[in-house]
């Protein structure tokens, strides 16, 4: 007896699965290491595009920047406030019959020398960030100044050859770092004695601060970044907790 319904095609795996997945993978950033302080390129450095080849998100830099403000507060602001005020809680006068104003004792806010209404007192106003986010807001800043030609990177231990204001701020000049262009940051892994004491009296072309003084709005604060080579994969390994998950 024939079959009452045509057999059926076998079934056919979806067309999606045939093709094979491609996975897109970020290529890694390559950046120029220079000597310093003559600035002649020596080779090129290979960086994670998660490191510095993020997009620029104004939100973390800004939950950042006011996430370090919050911290340098100091909130030691203080008043008294009627019941400190040294002194007799006698009240001045009677409450009636004198023709004048009502007024309790002499720590009474209306008197000159009394305590403060709502006056400020010592308070905590540090906020929280979580770890995570301030460590992205960290590598998106150097990723911004990356994909703007900013983040220049040297090779390490290097000093100037003088301690002297004028020469660092020749060199400034010459390299195009100075007031005019927009100031600079060094940042180094060491304390260089010579190029931390001219720059002490140059910072109106800019200033040099070890690795663990520099926060999220240091590195976007001045003109452009000359940072040493240690001192750069040392802090994108301090700030690199949420690619750890």
């Given at each position: ?48 595009a ?41 009240k ?23 305590g ?77 004695p ?27 604060e ?24």
């Open positions: 007896m024939p079959a009452r319904y045509p057999a059926l095609a076998p079934e056919q795996p979806p067309i999606g699965s045939l093709v094979e997945r491609q996975t897109w993978k970020a290529s890694p950033i390559l950046t120029t290491l220079y000597s310093f302080p003559a600035m002649e390129p020596i080779r090129f450095e290979h960086y994670p998660n490191h510095l080849g993020l997009p620029l998100r104004k939100d973390i830099l800004q939950r950042a920047v006011i996430y370090e403000a919050d911290k340098t507060r100091q909130g030691t602001a203080s008043t008294k406030w009627r019941d400190e005020i040294h002194g007799s809680g006698r001045l006068r009677p409450q009636k019959g004198s023709g004048r104003a009502r007024l309790g004792d002499r720590g009474s806010p209306m008197l000159r020398g009394g403060v209404a709502f006056g400020p007192k010592p308070r905590d106003f540090s906020t929280k960030l979580p770890r995570k986010i301030y460590d992205l807001a960290w590598r998106t800043a150097l990723s911004y100044r990356y994909s703007k030609g900013q983040l220049i990177l040297i090779e390490n231990g290097q000093d100037i050859e003088y301690l002297e204001t004028p020469y660092v701020k020749q060199m400034f000049e010459r390299h195009g770092w100075g007031k005019p262009d927009g100031r600079s940051l060094i940042i180094t892994n060491g304390r260089p010579n190029l931390f004491g001219a720059l002490r009296e140059a910072g109106e072309d800019g200033r040099a601060l070890h690795r663990s003084d520099v926060d999220v709005k240091d590195l976007l001045l003109g452009r970044i000359i940072i040493e080579k240690r001192a750069l994969d040392k802090i994108l390994k301090e700030h690199q907790s949420d690619l750890l998950g």
